[in-house]
């Protein structure tokens, strides 16, 4: 049979009522996700002032401060002595800092500054931590100024009040270079090595709300203390599992490696922003600094005065936020709620099937078609990023990060909404539309199962509205009658049920577009569908008694529509400026030189350096696999140029002296056979050695990095296993082209890429290195 699961007179205004409640709903929780109100500098000497933290970020956060930078040290003075001017005994970690990845070694000389203040009856160790470095790209005002600049506030609104627990505050360098501040800190500082509660801030954006967005494992005790200290808790932990899913890492990464629990935090929005010139004090969001920084200094609070050992947990806690309410529950309790929203839905199949609403193969049909809705929408949504960028191919230089991206993230949902009607509408027919929000709702619960056992903390996002429209369906079929009264009570019941699912999954669909951008915008539209899914009942009611193909036609003008708008809207200007990529590359050895550019497309500016794809003057191992555009450039006297000299060989392991002349900030060693180990020393400072697996893509097999390059050098020893004779590229890393003959600055509206090689003066040596006597 396909019955309707309701009957109810004036369906269309039902519908839209319902439509109505359940964005008031969506509108609501993305109100409730809002940043705080930043306080005067006339605040209460207790309480955390945006006023006063940005007095700080005036001093320091102007400009950028890459490891090894003159920027960074003055930097490194100012915070040192505004932390002894409050009373704390202040140390400066010098170390070489070390990171990994597959044919990559990085070292670099990091600074960090440890300030430590003693409890009166400690139960351990509090430690905040903020990375001081910025992207070289940018002043790092959010990234991580915003809050460096916290705990300065934080630590003067402390004064007077004596902590039980000892506390530390860890300012890391080296964080953009890959965590290398933080990765010294555990393997060489005695706070390092005896662990404590960590907690970790950063940005990735400039605004929005300060969310918890990653925990240590068994963080029950923490995050029940996080909930209840903490004056606006955001985060949910759906954004924990997604993290440790991911490749990324802060420096909480090698901190909760080696023995801290604990909790990180950042502000994602305005992501367009990141790593770019425009991180800077006029974009950071008040209100973000705000957040952050009264958080932080409740948790201070909450654990300086802790019993930290009563913190410890077995397990995990599952949390998220819904109508403005933090709610927590033990892991345990996950796989029960997962089962209990699949037994909700096969008893809403069971009832539906009974009242002759469906047969079971119709069911089963349905259920199993469901996941076309779903893949069809990711498909979809890539396929708009594929045309934005074929359109725009300065959008590929942003990774979907772009600067007003609504009417493309409109178009996102329209294209969610066309997939699910493309299903259901061919369908609804031949199945019924009763077996089709039945058989739908097996995927969120499905997936809801999935999720228990992959990813645990995320499986309510999906089990909850699994759970709760399979009751509501259930309460509509069992009111479902012939009166007005009772249909009315069957669409609320449907609604009812709708609600939670309008809670949760279009606001992970927004956290997904922050987080994520339009590059990957086949996750939210993968959530969106999800949720179109759940509310399958009032899309029918929505749906016009004739003339229904006309309704997916509309969705997909709509859809097209919305990609000229967001293109006229998403314009470049100096207030939203375009990326582009450039780096100058000089041969020493030949003494020729290029400009070399990375972009798809590049603009009228870069196109004044470069002008074709000619690689061969580029020395050997600057580039491999990569579509480079590139130009001639003239020589730049007086750059710094690498120097290799071999000081030792022991098998297959090769040891080098490298310095570069006048000091260059970097050296980079790219190597033309893969490297299994690396070892970097320099002068007063522990050796520190890396095993390297893999081949370093993009350029030759191997590569080591040093930031942060000392004036006097750095020894470099490396193994490159089978190899008698090889070819290593030195190359020297300068900040800045403006010492290059010709050079023009960007006009306003035009900021230099992201990418890690640009605006550098890089000049190369290639050498011939044996590895017998």
């Not at 991580?144 to 000892?166: P, Y």
């Not at 990813?455 to 996002?461: I, K, T």
Request: aromatic share 6%; glycine share 10%.
């Amino acid at each position: 049979m396909t019955g309707k699961l309701f009957d109810v007179p004036r369906r269309a205004l039902a519908g839209l009522c319902a439509l109505l409640a359940l964005a008031g709903v969506i509108m609501l929780t993305a109100m409730a996700d809002s940043t705080m109100q930043p306080l005067p500098a006339s605040a209460p000497d207790g309480e955390f002032s945006t006023e006063r933290a940005l007095r700080h970020l005036e001093r320091f956060a102007t400009e950028p401060r890459p490891i090894g930078s003159r920027a960074g040290e003055r930097a490194r003075d100012y915070l040192a002595g505004q932390l002894r001017a409050v009373g704390l005994d202040v140390r400066v970690q010098r170390a070489i800092g070390a990171n990994t990845s597959a044919g990559l070694a990085s070292f670099g000389q990091v600074h960090n500054i440890v300030a430590t203040a003693k409890g009166s009856d400690p139960t351990g160790t509090v430690v905040v931590a903020a990375h001081y470095d910025s992207a070289a790209m940018g002043p790092g005002a959010s990234d991580d100024a915003a809050a460096v600049a916290a705990m300065l506030e934080t630590v003067r609104a402390l004064k007077g009040t004596a902590l039980r627990n000892d506390l530390v505050l860890l300012m890391s360098d080296g964080e953009e270079d890959g965590v290398l501040g933080a990765e010294a800190f555990v393997r060489e500082h005695p706070l390092g090595r005896t662990g404590g509660v960590l907690l970790n801030w950063e940005a990735r954006g400039v605004s929005g709300p300060s969310l918890m967005f990653q925990t240590s494992r068994n963080n029950a005790g923490l995050v029940e203390t996080f909930a209840g200290a903490v004056p606006h808790p955001r985060g949910d932990s759906t954004l924990g599992e997604l993290y440790r899913l991911l490749p990324n890492n802060t420096d909480f990464t090698p901190m909760a490696e080696n023995g801290f629990t604990g909790l990180n935090f950042a502000y994602i929005e305005g992501s367009s922003r990141y790593h770019t010139a425009d991180d800077s004090l006029g974009h950071l969001d008040r209100g973000s600094l705000q957040h952050h920084g009264s958080n932080m200094l409740a948790l201070t609070r909450t654990l300086g005065g802790a019993d930290l050992g009563a913190l410890a947990s077995d397990h995990d806690l599952t949390y998220f936020r819904i109508f403005g309410t933090m709610v927590t529950y033990p892991n345990a309790l996950v796989w029960p709620l997962a089962g209990l929203a699949a037994a909700a839905v096969a008893g809403l199949a069971v009832l539906a099937r009974r009242r002759r609403l469906l047969s079971l193969p119709r069911l089963a049909v349905a259920a199993v078609s469901g996941v076309v809705p779903l893949l069809l929408a990711a498909a979809l949504a890539q396929g708009l990023w594929e045309v934005l960028v074929a359109w725009r191919p300065a959008y590929d230089g942003m990774g979907g990060l772009l600067h007003r991206p609504q009417a493309f993230q409109a178009a996102v949902v329209v294209l969610a909404a066309l997939a699910l009607l493309c299903w259901y509408l061919p369908l609804r027919r031949r199945l019924g539309p009763a077996a089709l929000a039945v058989g739908a709702l097996a995927w969120p619960a499905a997936l809801g199962l999935l999720c228990a056992q992959v990813a645990p903390g995320m499986s309510y996002v999906l089990t909850l509205p699994a759970l709760f429209c399979a009751l509501g369906g259930t309460a509509a079929i069992l009111l479902r009658g012939t009166t007005g009264r009772v249909a009315a009570f069957q669409v609320t019941a449907v609604t009812l049920g709708a609600v939670v699912a309008a809670a949760l999954l279009p606001a992970l669909a927004r956290t997904a577009f922050d987080g994520m951008g339009l590059a990957l915008g086949g996750v939210p539209a993968l959530v969106l569908a999800v949720f179109g899914l759940t509310v399958l009942p009032i899309v029918e009611l929505c749906l016009p008694e004739r003339r229904q193909s006309l309704v997916p036609l509309a969705a997909a003008g709509l859809a097209v529509l919305l990609v000229p708008v967001g293109l006229a809207r998403d314009g470049f200007d100096p207030a939203n400026p375009l990326r582009t990529h450039l780096a100058y590359v000089m041969d020493s050895d030949t003494r020729t030189a290029s400009w070399v550019s990375a972009d798809a497309e590049p603009p009228a500016w870069t196109r004044r350096y470069v002008s074709g794809h000619d690689t061969t003057p580029l020395p050997p191992g600057y580039a491999r696999g990569t579509s480079l555009w590139t130009g001639r450039a003239p020589s730049a006297p007086g750059a710094a140029e690498p120097r290799v000299t071999v000081l030792g060989r022991d098998g297959d392991t090769v040891r080098l002296r490298v310095t570069t002349g006048r000091a260059a900030r970097s050296v980079t060693l790219r190597v033309e056979r893969p490297i299994a180990a690396a070892t970097a020393a320099a002068a007063g400072l522990t050796p520190v050695s890396v095993d390297v697996t893999g081949v370093r893509a993009n350029t030759w097999p191997g590569e080591i990095r040093f930031r942060g390059l000392p004036a006097t050098g750095a020894e470099i020893s490396l193994r490159v296993p089978g190899a008698d004779r090889f070819r290593l590229t030195a190359v020297a890393e300068t900040d800045g082209l403006q010492r290059v003959p010709g050079f023009v600055p960007r006009p306003k509206g035009v900021v230099a890429a992201t990418r890690e090689d640009g605006d550098l003066v890089a000049v190369t040596r290639t050498y011939e290195i044996s590895t017998r006597g």
